[in-house]
């Protein structure tokens, strides 16, 4: 199929587009209109993004949304990939994709992308997609902001001893955090690429 007259947009700068959007989505993957409005509507020129397919009649035929992966800043989380129902089979998937990964890489100035899938994986794999372990898009690092001034006392004040003239011994040191990497229990496969 010649894919001409079809264009990717930016969801948020064409907010014609929400309500029909949230119905493609929607049959997909059934979720309170007011939730799906709500992650729609927070579409933006950073992250989140999300990107819709519409053909020359104007009409909305796939949705993608881009995600933030805090530990992964030079990658986004691609999510909610879809085409509609009565579309598929005609390679729009792979066009959107393929646009999608131009616009990572061009607009956000990304190096790569992940994405998890549950019955697609050879269809990601076409498309260069190799696998990889599970992923939060939620973030799991611990920041310290220690620093030797922080544990000094004021005015360098050394507390005593009541009822002698002995100095206090310094406290102990704070225990440092524990940072436990998560293990995240999913039945989805976890896929990523390097943008070339």
Not at 15 to 25: A, D, E, M, N
Not at 133 to 156: F, H, L, M, Q, R
Request: hydrophobic share 35%; aromatic share 8%.
């Amino acid at each position: 199929m010649e894919h001409k007259g079809l264009q990717v947009l930016q969801l948020h700068r064409y907010p014609q587009y929400l309500k029909p959007c949230c119905k493609l989505i929607n049959e997909e993957w059934p979720r309170s209109e007011t939730a799906r409005m709500m992650s729609l509507e927070a579409s933006c020129d950073q992250l989140p993004t999300s990107l819709i397919l519409i053909n020359a009649d104007r009409i909305i035929l796939g949705h993608c949304k881009l995600t933030p992966i805090p530990s992964i800043p030079n990658s986004c989380f691609i999510e909610t990939v879809v085409i509609s129902k009565s579309m598929r089979g005609q390679k729009l998937g792979t066009f959107l994709m393929k646009e999608v990964e131009k616009y990572c890489k061009n607009v956000l100035k990304l190096e790569m992308v992940h994405l998890s899938t549950k019955g697609q994986e050879n269809f990601y794999a076409k498309l260069g997609y190799e696998f990889c372990a599970p992923i939060s898009i939620y973030g799991n690092s611990v920041v310290s902001n220690n620093s030797s001034k922080d544990s000094e006392t004021k005015n360098d004040v050394k507390p005593t001893i009541i009822g002698t003239n002995k100095t206090a011994p310094p406290p102990p040191p704070m225990p440092q955090p524990v940072i436990v990497q998560s293990t995240i229990k999913t039945s989805k496969t976890y896929m990523f690429k390097y943008l070339s």
